[in-house]
């Protein structure tokens, strides 16, 4: 299972369990409010009971509509009875309201004998699906018929009724929820997008090194032939081509490897190693060409052995990519010191130069893959935003740090801090 088949798996699950959680709240949140719609609809029945007790105008009219007696009012027994039906519904719709419950309702007034005596002028489509909450009525109107009488409410969509009173928690779950659908979609296309990006950007990489080998190759071979022919006013100068020559054929191979750094293969082959030939070999190469390019370059070693876990040439490669930079973004006047000490069981190497510095927004990015800090005005310099970046891949595989001091116009101190081996080895 590659990784994007299992992210995308867990991403689903995880959203499913999101989802089943918040149903199960709903259901919580559902039962919740059908216990207090029942208390609510137990203290309005109180309240009808109460009102339709006593003889009043409304009682009175609904007894003259249930007896079929219309001798007291100048009206016909149909518009006496539908008075009766509205005056009653606006009765219990006032009632209901008194006690928090606005929703549609039809009522009916019957006799265990199953007459009907008073009806809502709304009735809804499906009766059977309705929630009856039926109760006997007391005084008054049971006495005037001699009956036993109950009045019934029926509510229908009552489940919408207890949705509408948890808007405040189901919308903004909803919304959540969708939120976090499209922040981690988001994400995750953003994420494959630099992850092909990456791809793409090391296939580029591979090719253009592997078609750099061979103009390198020739050179070689070209300076081999001159050493050959014995030029002794030429042999330091040969030397010099030479060792950068074997230097750049072996920056091709690591930048090969560089892929599959990042794609965290294990591509560094990692031993113990006295670090300190490797430092002094470092220097003086790097001491050969400060000499020809007139920079003032100064070293200070302090320690007889720098033992180490690591893959020695991609930190040779790492530390010789910040002196071409110091050297690269120093004016004519270049001063270059290399200070390496051992501090808190840490090998220290710090490089420092007087060059253009660099801006404190630019020290937080200049890390990263292809982002080249400004020159200034040196417009000389060239690059793709990959030394840093490499050098960072190289010390972190290695458990070392990497730091940055620089003013602008002062110059800039770049710090390793690479782990030592103890005395046990480790």
């Not at 003889?55 to 007894?63: D, S």
């Not at 007696?69 to 309201?97: C, G, P, T």
């Not at 779950?173 to 990006?197: D, E, G, H, M, T």
């Not at 040439?313 to 110091?326: C, G, K």
Request: proline fraction near 2%; aromatic fraction near 10%; hydrophobic fraction near 40%.
């Amino acid at each position: 299972m590659n990784i994007k088949k299992g992210t995308l798996i867990i991403f689903i699950i995880s959203i499913i369990g999101l989802a089943i959680v918040q149903y199960q709240y709903l259901n919580i949140g559902l039962n919740l409010a059908k216990v207090q719609f029942d208390q609510k609809i137990g203290n309005s029945i109180g309240d009808i009971k109460e009102s339709l007790q006593e003889k009043n105008e409304l009682t009175f009219l609904a007894g003259k509509a249930m007896t079929a007696d219309s001798s007291y009012f100048k009206l016909s027994l149909d518009s006496l009875q539908d008075a009766s039906r509205f005056f009653m519904n606006d009765f219990l719709k006032e009632k209901l309201l008194q006690n928090g419950i606005k929703t549609d309702f039809t009522y009916i007034i019957y006799s265990r004998d199953s007459t009907d005596y008073l009806k809502s002028p709304q009735f809804f489509d499906n009766e059977v699906s309705l929630m009856k909450y039926p109760f006997n009525l007391e005084g008054y109107l049971p006495k005037l018929l001699d009956k036993s009488l109950i009045l019934e409410l029926r509510f229908k969509n009552i489940n919408k009724y207890f949705l509408g009173q948890l808007n405040g928690l189901t919308i903004p779950s909803l919304i959540f929820i969708i939120a976090i659908i499209f922040v981690v979609l988001w994400v995750l296309k953003s994420f494959y997008w630099q992850r092909n990006l990456n791809n793409i950007t090391n296939e580029f990489i591979n090719n253009l090194t592997h078609e750099l080998k061979t103009p390198v190759f020739s050179i070689g071979i070209a300076t081999k032939i001159l050493e050959e022919k014995g030029y002794a006013e030429n042999t330091q100068i040969l030397g010099i081509i030479r060792n950068q020559v074997d230097k750049l054929k072996g920056q091709i191979e690591k930048v090969l490897e560089l892929a599959s750094l990042e794609g965290k293969q294990n591509v560094l082959k990692k031993a113990k190693v006295d670090f300190k030939p490797v430092i002094l070999k470092i220097i003086n190469e790097f001491g050969q060409l400060a000499e020809l390019e007139n920079i003032d370059f100064k070293t200070k070693i302090t320690g007889d052995q720098f033992n180490l876990y690591c893959e020695p040439n991609h930190l040779e490669n790492a530390i010789n990519t910040l002196l071409e930079n110091a050297k690269k973004y120093s004016d004519k006047s270049s001063k270059i010191s290399m200070t390496i000490f051992i501090f808190k069981k840490n090998l220290i190497i710090a490089i420092e130069d007087n060059g253009i510095g660099i801006l404190d927004a630019d020290q937080k990015k200049i890390f990263k893959k292809y982002y080249r800090a400004s020159s200034g005005d040196l417009h000389n310099v060239k690059g793709y935003g990959l030394g840093l970046n490499y050098v960072q891949q190289v010390l972190k595989s290695h458990k070392a740090k990497i730091s940055v001091k620089s003013k602008i116009g002062k110059g800039s101190i770049f710090t390793i801090s690479i782990p030592l081996l103890n005395n046990n080895g480790k």
